[in-house]
């Protein structure tokens, strides 16, 4: 895919903590647009934390956030999302007593018709335009993470954080999302993704980093060489 070298979202010297304890310790990371960076490790590392950093829900304790070279560290989330940085968070964000039609209807608040919301909407996710009245929460898991991202994408976003995109996920669902998120970046969109297991989203990353402990142990283009240190990386885990 096409990228940018120049960063759109950057994180310098991120520090971050809970009720006085640290949980980020200095995470250097970048994203530029049309890049897929994956962001991966075990759980307790701090990789959604990442996350809400750079959406602006976690301010740093120290440290810089920036999105295409503006320090906005501290800027308030609301702000954030108005100039295009969009968090899908784990566990979809779906809500599951509306109709899919009503989810999206919703978003309208970002300033787009629901004319335009839908068309963009079924446009991208064929499947939700033949579920438009059906409950949200009686979809299948794949298809309420279909609908989270396409909630998400009609805000029309520069940078996209997806947080555990694969949990409680089929694999063949899994690569068919993955594959839409990698048509996403080809569209100019810094996407982030983090996960715990590896496999899915390093078929379509440009960039990986291995967050353990709060603190970046390694990064790079995700080769063979990363695929052979990650279970050290985990701790003995699978990958």
């Not at 950057?10 to 304890?21: D, F, N, Q, S, T």
């Not at 899919?100 to 079924?122: H, K, P, Q, S, W």
């Not at 989270?148 to 994408?153: H, Y």
Request: glycine residues 12%.
């Amino acid at each position: 895919m096409t990228v940018n070298d120049s960063p759109l979202l950057e994180l310098r010297g991120v520090r971050a903590a809970y009720h006085g304890i640290t949980v980020l310790h200095g995470v250097d990371l970048t994203v530029a647009a049309g890049q897929v960076v994956a962001l991966l490790g075990p759980n307790g590392a701090g990789k959604t934390t990442v996350l809400k950093a750079a959406a602006g829900l976690h301010p740093p304790s120290a440290g810089q956030l920036l999105m295409g070279g503006r320090d906005v560290t501290g800027i308030r989330p609301g702000r954030l999302a108005r100039a295009g940085v969009c968090l899908i968070p784990e566990g979809r964000g779906v809500f599951p007593n509306l109709s899919v039609r009503d989810n999206l209807l919703m978003m309208t608040f970002c300033g787009r018709g629901r004319e335009e919301i839908e068309e963009t909407a079924y446009d991208r996710f064929p499947v939700l335009a033949a579920r438009r009245t059906q409950q949200a929460g009686t979809l299948s898991g794949g298809e309420q993470q279909m609908l989270a991202l396409a909630r998400g994408l009609v805000t029309d976003p520069a940078v996209l954080l997806l947080d555990e995109l694969s949990m409680g996920l089929a694999p063949l669902v899994v690569a068919e999302l993955y594959e839409l998120v990698a048509e996403i970046a080809r569209q100019g969109v810094a996407v982030l993704v983090v996960e715990q297991f590896a496999a899915a989203v390093l078929k379509i990353a440009d960039h990986a980093a291995v967050l353990v402990r709060g603190r970046i142990q390694w990064q790079g283009h995700p080769d063979s060489s990363l695929q052979a240190e990650l279970s050290s990386y985990y701790l003995g885990s699978p990958t």
